[in-house]
């Protein structure tokens, strides 16, 4: 992960990435990693290259999309990656591995006896709730899992979630491949919209790195480009926007981190053993008694 090179066609908004291998994502642009994750498989799912997770579920709001997740798991369909490469970094793709790192593109099949992951509806939660769910009330939400008999001394289990936003269509391959940040030497005035010392003499004149991501068209404000930059409604940090035309002057900045918007969490992994059955037990009922104790901090769901 390190070493890739990471997926040039992912959307990057505003931020800075400081390197150009997986460990680098919208969300983890300084490329900091805790244990073996690998940033960008974490953040995008279902992910291009061959990884040792086995999916199990996915919990979704929008059931039209699980025939996509079921058919795209690496359970049931092969991944590929660059083998045998010569470059210092690794090509993420059949015509640089084989053209540049002078690799081979390998086919990974996937595991034999592997099914697709169960795909069903989420349970209804309020936006960051951390207690009981409304479906059953007095538990918490929760899937049931048969754990496989499949006896194992060193398993990990995960959790990830996805938050998606309405500010841009995730799934849109023209916002991931074509939406670039844009670095632009602009004309600002002390609201940060764009100016011209002729209209006002306190403007400075800066660097600017901003997403071209074009918030107005998405979301119907029907603005043209000149005004859409003017007035702020692009996709950026903390951007400054002028909600009236005929007041220039009248600025209102909006808490927006770009590196928040659409992302994904992950839960802190578990590692678990899977024991046979002792002999005296075989056929018996066995109960998995766990007590729900206090939670630490907000991001340990």
Same mark, same amino acid.
Request: glycine share 8%.
């Given at each position: 992960?390190?070493?890739?090179?990471?997926?040039?066609?992912?959307?990057?908004?505003?931020?800075?990435?400081?390197?150009?291998?997986?460990?680098?994502?919208?969300?983890?642009?300084?490329?900091?990693?805790?244990?073996?994750?690998?940033?960008?498989?974490?953040?995008?799912?279902?992910?291009?290259?061959?990884?040792?997770?086995?999916?199990?579920?996915?919990?979704?709001?929008?059931?039209?999309?699980?025939?996509?997740?079921?058919?795209?798991?690496?359970?049931?369909?092969?991944?590929?990656?660059?083998?045998?490469?010569?470059?210092?970094?690794?090509?993420?793709?059949?015509?640089?591995?084989?053209?540049?790192?002078?690799?081979?593109?390998?086919?990974f099949l996937p595991t034999p006896g592997l099914s697709a992951?169960?795909?069903?509806?989420?349970?209804?939660?309020?936006?960051?709730?951390?207690?009981?769910?409304?479906?059953?009330?007095?538990?918490?939400?929760?899937?049931?899992?048969?754990?496989?008999?499949?006896?194992?001394?060193?398993?990990?289990?995960?959790?990830?979630?996805?938050?998606?936003?309405?500010?841009?269509?995730?799934?849109?391959?023209?916002?991931?491949?074509?939406? !670039?940040?844009?670095? /632009? =030497? &602009?004309?600002? +005035?002390?609201? @940060? #919209?764009?100016?011209?010392?002729?209209?006002?003499?306190?403007?400075?004149?800066?660097?600017?790195?901003?997403?071209?991501?074009?918030?107005?068209?998405?979301?119907?404000?029907?603005?043209?480009?000149?005004?859409?930059?003017?007035?702020?409604?692009?996709?950026?940090?903390?951007?400054?926007?002028?909600?009236?035309?005929?007041?220039?002057?009248?600025?209102?900045?909006?808490?927006?981190?770009?590196?928040?918007?659409?992302?994904?969490?992950?839960?802190?992994?578990? !590692?678990?053993?899977? /024991? =046979? &059955?002792?002999? +005296?037990?075989? @056929? #018996?009922?066995?109960?998995?008694?766990?007590?729900?104790?206090?939670?630490?901090?907000?991001?340990?769901?």
């Amino acid at each position: 992960c390190k070493l890739r090179d990471r997926n040039l066609g992912l959307f990057t908004a505003d931020r800075k990435l400081k390197g150009d291998t997986a460990i680098y994502t919208r969300q983890n642009e300084a490329g900091t990693r805790n244990g073996f994750e690998c940033p960008e498989e974490r953040d995008y799912y279902p992910y291009w290259h061959p990884t040792p997770w086995v999916d199990i579920a996915v919990l979704t709001t929008d059931l039209k999309r699980c025939e996509f997740y079921k058919t795209e798991s690496a359970n049931v369909k092969s991944r590929y990656a660059c083998v045998n490469y010569t470059t210092s970094t690794i090509p993420n793709n059949a015509a640089d591995c084989v053209n540049i790192g002078r690799g081979v593109w390998k086919e990974f099949l996937p595991t034999p006896g592997l099914s697709a992951p169960e795909c069903i509806d989420a349970l209804w939660s309020r936006d960051n709730h951390l207690g009981n769910g409304v479906e059953f009330p007095g538990y918490p939400n929760y899937y049931n899992w048969t754990v496989p008999n499949t006896p194992a001394e060193n398993c990990v289990f995960r959790v990830r979630y996805n938050i998606s936003t309405g500010e841009y269509n995730g799934w849109n391959s023209s916002v991931n491949g074509n939406i !670039t940040k844009v670095t /632009k =030497t &602009v004309l600002t +005035n002390n609201i @940060g #919209a764009q100016a011209t010392s002729a209209t006002n003499p306190t403007v400075v004149q800066r660097n600017q790195a901003i997403s071209s991501l074009d918030v107005s068209s998405y979301l119907g404000f029907g603005l043209n480009t000149s005004e859409q930059y003017r007035r702020g409604y692009v996709f950026r940090q903390n951007p400054t926007v002028m909600p009236f035309s005929e007041v220039p002057g009248f600025g209102l900045q909006l808490a927006i981190n770009t590196n928040q918007f659409g992302r994904t969490f992950q839960d802190r992994s578990h !590692t678990f053993a899977i /024991k =046979t &059955v002792p002999d +005296n037990l075989k @056929g #018996a009922t066995i109960y998995n008694l766990n007590v729900r104790g206090k939670r630490g901090n907000i991001v340990q769901v």
